[in-house]
């Protein structure tokens, strides 16, 4: 079915996979005529958004009797409409003209494809067959009112949904996908929480002491609105240097000031900019509590670990038990709390009388209008990562992007909210800084293909097998400098103590899964490793000696490396190809601290709310890795609580 519907429960979803949907009907060519096939099980593969996707499809003479999708490795939560309701569309169409399911364009189209080919080898008309088109019943269009409409279903969305039910609001959340998850799923998952006493059990990497002992020499005079924070910060790191240094320090304050001096950056033109004090210090000092507050009152289950994505500058990482259980239990909560959740529903404008915002009127999937009235609405659509040509447009850091760079976004992302902030005179901020993921998959540009190490436990080397920069930089160092590499292209290299520090909590199978589709390359040895990616040998293990020597140092005079983790020297050993993708966009709408969208004279928009990634002001030219969970979290609940009151 089409349209407006209620979530429905994806939990289990893998089932799908083993699910065959059967029918008995005929199929009936364009001009009527019954299809005839060769009865038989037959199997078809084809390339899906991460690799291949294999189907099974059973006949009997004048039937497409059942579809199933049986191997895959399309992202989970995000792909997992399409898997379900494509092969039944097939079936109960009896041909191959069916829809897309939107915001999994390439695993439909995709499952078709493997569906054509298996045909094909049953010898059968595919060309008839794909004339034979889906129907779809198109709803009335309708009104509805409430008390909150959210606007999209990724981290911030559930977030603020969440929260306005809590606070007793009725609230509607529209997703314009099939799924929810948005980028937000496609990511690390990891929050940045200054988290003094579960950080104060971890041993402290070598060179953190170092790294810390130079903030005393920081000058406050060069930190703005950040020096007091600074201030307090350096009494921290004094009495913690005084004290026991074999454990992690962490404080919000440095949480801030990392967050503060990795965002200042300056444009091509030379303008500096840099995150707003207030906004980054209202993400700081919540995002511990908002963190429990997702386990606590909204059920997600947690992970009691911590993690160091890439570039997130200290081991603050907060993680989720699964990816797809902060959907699940979102989704739930939000329901129980009275919530309601459309899919496929996408909000093309907003409802504005008087200059106040007053709801917002969306498409369903079968092109007929739902108008929802709302004392107050949520912009949570995430950012436009998955825009190339706004990425162009809007770029003012990099001084080119490549034509052919990928992007790790899922489908939709693609500005639509910072449109419909500008119809109610919404200010944008720092549009021009856009991020580049740096460790992303060469092959697919996808975040999910690198290994997501915690940044410490590895090293970097170019395609002549020499090390390039400080791998436990900002992003955008990092990225800067993979760009002017030979293609643009770098191996990251690791050895077997790496699969227990797997930020995805990637299993040996998985990587060896990912070792057979030729995006992680796998040797007992450097030397072999050197010739799988054809760099001279000589080189790579010059580089892996030199590395080691800096981890037992603690210190790297080449390129600065200031915070280590182990050596690589167990064997197997990793190497995985990697270029920089479009990743993140830190402008967005202006926001104050209490989530409400500004306007050109930096005054709230009556009855209009935002929060994540599409929003601007809070990363300045770099965000930090971990921060846009911390972000989306904290604002969309900081939303959903204003909105609701
Ligand atoms: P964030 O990290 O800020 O939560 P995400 O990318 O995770 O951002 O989620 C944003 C979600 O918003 C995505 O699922 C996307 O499909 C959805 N979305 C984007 N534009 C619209 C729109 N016009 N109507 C409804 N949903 C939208």
Redesign the pocket.
């Given at each position: 079915m089409k349209g407006v519907k209620k979530v429905k429960k994806l939990r289990n979803l893998f089932l799908a996979l083993l699910l065959a949907v059967s029918m008995s009907a005929c199929s009936t060519s364009e001009d009527g005529t019954a299809a005839t096939f060769k009865a038989g099980t037959y199997t078809g593969t084809s390339e899906g958004r991460n690799g291949e996707l294999t189907v099974e499809v059973v006949l009997s003479d004048t039937a497409i009797d059942s579809v199933t999708v049986t191997s895959h490795s399309e992202t989970e939560g995000i792909a997992d409409p399409a898997i379900e309701q494509i092969p039944a569309s097939i079936v109960e169409a009896q041909g191959l003209g069916v829809d897309t399911v939107s915001?999994a364009t390439i695993t439909s189209e995709a499952i078709i494809a493997a569906v054509t080919s298996a045909l094909e080898s049953a010898g059968a008309d595919v060309e008839a067959l794909k004339a034979v088109t889906s129907e779809t019943t198109k709803q009335e269009d309708s009104e509805e009112t409430t008390d909150v409409v959210v606007?999209?279903?990724?981290?911030?969305?559930?977030?603020a949904a969440s929260s306005a039910a809590e606070n007793g609001a009725a609230v509607i959340l529209?997703?314009?996908?099939a799924?929810?998850?948005?980028?937000?799923?496609?990511?690390g998952l990891a929050m940045n929480a200054a988290d003094p006493e579960l950080e104060g059990t971890l041993d402290a990497l070598n060179g953190q002491v170092d790294t810390l002992k130079a903030v005393l020499d920081y000058d406050e005079a060069e930190f703005g609105e950040y020096a007091d924070t600074l201030t307090v910060l350096k009494g921290q790191i004094e009495e913690y240097l005084a004290g026991d240094t074999s454990k992690e320090f962490d404080s919000t304050e440095w949480h801030i000031i990392q967050t503060y001096t990795a965002g200042k950056r300056k444009d091509l033109d030379g303008n500096e900019i840099s995150g707003q004090f207030d906004l980054v210090k209202t993400m700081c000092e919540n995002s511990l509590d908002t963190y429990h507050w997702l386990g606590e009152v909204v059920g997600i289950e947690l992970s009691d670990t911590l993690t160091s994505p890439v570039g997130s500058l200290w081991m603050r990482g907060h993680n989720f038990a699964t990816k797809n259980g902060v959907f699940e239990a979102s989704q739930e909560y939000i329901e129980n709390n009275s919530g309601k959740i459309y899919l496929q529903?996408?909000?093309?404008e907003l409802i504005i009388e008087d200059g106040a915002v007053t709801g917002v009127v969306?498409t369903r999937e079968d092109g007929s209008k739902l108008t929802i009235h709302a004392n107050n609405v949520i912009l949570?659509?995430?950012?436009f990562g998955a825009n190339g040509e706004m990425v162009k447009e809007y770029n003012t850091y990099w001084p080119s992007i490549p034509d052919e760079i990928k992007t790790t976004?899922?489908?939709?992302?693609?500005g639509?909210?910072i449109e419909?902030g500008l119809q109610a005179g919404a200010k944008l901020e720092g549009m021009g800084m856009v991020q580049l993921m740096p460790t992303a998959s060469a092959v697919t540009g996808l975040l999910e293909d690198g290994l997501l190490v915690p940044s410490q436990y590895y090293m970097f080397v170019n395609q002549e097998g020499l090390r390039f920069v400080n791998e436990y930089a900002e992003r955008d160092v990092l990225a800067s400098a993979a760009l002017s590499q030979t293609d643009g292209v770098f191996y990251h290299i690791a050895d077997q103590n790496m699969i227990p520090t797997l930020q995805n909590k990637a299993t040996q199978e998985q990587v060896d899964a990912m070792v057979e589709k030729g995006i992680i390359y796998k040797a007992d040895t450097l030397e072999e490793l050197a010739e799988l990616i054809g760099c001279p040998s000589e080189n790579l293990i010059e580089s892996v000696e030199k590395y080691n020597s800096y981890v037992d140092a603690g210190e790297d005079p080449e390129f600065g490396k200031n915070v280590f983790g182990s050596k690589i020297e167990t064997a197997p050993y990793y190497a995985v190809i990697e270029k920089p993708s479009v990743h993140h966009t830190m402008g967005g709408l202006a926001i104050n601290t209490d989530a409400q969208v500004l306007n050109e004279n930096d005054e709230p928009i009556v009855g209009l709310y935002a929060?994540?990634?599409?929003?601007g002001g809070i990363h300045g030219g770099n965000r930090v890795g971990g921060n846009?969970?911390a972000?989306?979290m904290v604002f969309?609940r900081i939303a959903g609580r204003n909105a609701a009151q």
């Open positions: 915001g606007v999209g279903g990724g981290g911030a969305g559930i977030a529209v997703e314009k996908t799924a929810l998850g948005g980028n937000t799923l496609a990511s529903t996408k909000a093309e969306c949570a659509t995430g950012g976004n899922v489908a939709g992302a693609t639509d909210g419909l929060a994540g990634e599409v929003t846009a969970i972000d989306i969309g």
